[in-house]
């Protein structure tokens, strides 16, 4: 067996942390650093910060990005007004999150959207998003599930001739669900790569990018027992190295 000293680097992600409210703390789901774990990657929970020169030096220290699940994204993003008290931002969060996705696509870095990340890629990028499913997109689909999240809610179309199609090897997959908002208008710079039965957007990918990927589930819960979320997980760390 390679000693430890020749084993291949580990890629390095910048995980971006979670953000409590009622604590006023930064905390983390294991089930991110779990899956760039077995992914053959190390995750690192970046502080809660805005300033240029501590996120350029953070992200020369990393390899790719993952940009987690959390609150809603503020409509100032794409320039609307919140519809109603269901829309729970953290201000702080949308501008690091904005900020390192830029660093990161300026720099080619791989990301990784997950939830609230594909939502923040695409108002970051020039989209609009549903600010509130339940009012704005009535469906008969499930798009908040309850616990147990490691089982299927719906599932999705993948499109052909997709990264996302390439990876899986199949035109549809189960997914599981937790989101009230999602993508309505598309960015530019985004292509999408599995719809919803209702139409959403479910997954999208920058074509000009080495891998700038965003789903909507969360193979945070489900890598354990889904090998889909496995195989996304495994393309990310991949593209990190």
């Given at each position: 067996?390679?000693?430890?000293?020749?084993?291949?680097?580990?890629?390095?992600?910048?995980?971006?942390?979670?953000w409590d409210d009622d604590r006023q703390?930064?905390?983390?789901?294991?089930?991110?650093?779990?899956?760039?774990?077995e992914a053959g990657g190390t995750g690192i929970v970046l502080p809660l910060t805005t300033?240029?020169?501590?996120?350029?030096?953070?992200?020369?220290?990393?390899?790719?990005?993952?940009?987690?699940?959390?609150?809603?994204?503020s409509p100032a993003l794409y320039g609307q007004e919140p519809?109603?008290?269901?829309?729970?931002?953290?201000?702080?969060r949308d501008r690091m999150d904005?900020?390192?996705?830029?660093?990161?696509?300026?720099?080619?870095?791989?990301?990784?959207?997950?939830?609230?990340?594909?939502?923040?890629?695409?108002?970051?990028?020039?989209?609009?998003?549903?600010?509130?499913?339940?009012?704005?997109?009535p469906s008969s689909i499930d798009h908040h599930m309850t616990p147990p999240y490691d089982r299927v809610a719906h599932e999705v179309r993948i499109l052909p001739e997709t990264p996302l199609h390439h990876l899986l090897g199949h035109d549809?997959?189960?997914?599981?669900?937790?989101?009230?908002?999602?993508?309505?208008?598309?960015?530019?710079?985004?292509?999408?790569?599995?719809?919803?039965?209702?139409?959403?957007?479910?997954?999208v990918y920058a074509p000009n990018q080495r891998f700038c990927w965003g789903v909507q589930w969360h193979?945070?819960?489900s890598h354990e027992k889904d090998a889909s979320s496995r195989a996304l997980f495994r393309a990310f760390v991949d593209a990190c190295r």
């Open positions: 067996m390679p000693s430890p000293a020749q084993s291949p680097a580990r890629p390095v992600i910048a995980v971006m942390p979670l703390s930064i905390w983390m789901l294991p089930g991110y650093l779990d899956g760039i774990a300033d240029p020169a501590a996120l350029a030096q953070l992200l020369a220290l990393c390899d790719g990005v993952l940009l987690t699940g959390g609150h809603d994204v519809i109603g008290p269901s829309v729970v931002t953290c201000p702080l904005a900020a390192v996705l830029r660093l990161a696509m300026d720099k080619d870095l791989p990301v990784l959207g997950i939830c609230r990340g594909i939502q923040l890629m695409n108002a970051a990028l020039g989209g609009t998003l549903w600010q509130d499913l339940p009012t704005q997109h549809t997959l189960g997914v599981n669900s937790y989101h009230h908002q999602a993508v309505r208008d598309l960015a530019p710079a985004l292509e999408p790569m599995a719809l919803s039965p209702d139409g959403l957007v479910e997954a193979p945070e819960f």
